[in-house]
């Protein structure tokens, strides 16, 4: 397992990682064009364009730390690997962020929000960027969920094949779009075994136990 769900930055992965940059630096640009045109305009399109702006950019920055950091084998560190989340692949029901870190994200982000209102600035774009790994944090809580199948059954669907049978492949956990722009969705025809979704639920380990 080990071996498995590491890569690093060096070689042919060195020209993907550019790629991605390069793909990312297309999107960015006519999206931060619009919303410095929007200036002068309608205030909330121009805010909104901003928080949107900042939350892109953070399911850039999740994408690549998960496919170029913490898969990597010197990890975020970089002096060794990855280990809590190598930790998170091996035991999928253990997620390091507790609920009153959640909150604690949440309470932040509801400050960052009236912090915006009132600075009517360029500073939207952070507050859009934050809630975008505030989200992701509760995202990537919910994806570990059963009933997620019903709300977010693409990204639940992309989470379990990158814990389970994919680990070089779906990235994403806030979007899926990074994966399917940059080649890592899963393969056609891909499916995985109730076993296997059991082991990603934890039900084998909670049925050990009782
Ligand atoms: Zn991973
Ligand atoms: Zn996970």
Known sequence: MKAQIYSS????NA????????????????????SLLLCAGNRF????????????????IEYMAHRFWMHSAKGFSGSGSDSRHQHHHVHPTDIKITSANRYLLGFIGIILILLSAWLNSYFTVFTGLYMGFSGYCFM???????WA????KDLQR????????YPNRCFGVSVTWWDKILDTSPPAGASLCQRTIDFFFGVHRRSAKS
């Not at 399109?45 to 850039?60: A, E, N, P, R, S």
């Not at 809580?141 to 059963?146: A, N, P, S, V």
């Not at 199948?149 to 977010?152: A, D, E, H, T």
């Open 149 to 152: 199948q019903y709300v977010f």
């Open 45 to 60: 399109v121009f805010h909104g364009l901003l928080f949107f702006t900042g939350w892109f950019i953070w399911t850039f």
């Open 15 to 34: 020209r993907q990682y550019w790629l991605c940059i390069f793909v990312f630096g297309l999107l960015l640009l006519p999206l931060a064009s619009v």
């Open 140 to 146: 990537h809580f919910f994806l570990h969920q059963r």
């Open 9 to 12: 930055i060096s070689g042919s």
């Open 158 to 165: 992309f989470h379990l094949y990158h814990h389970c049978k």
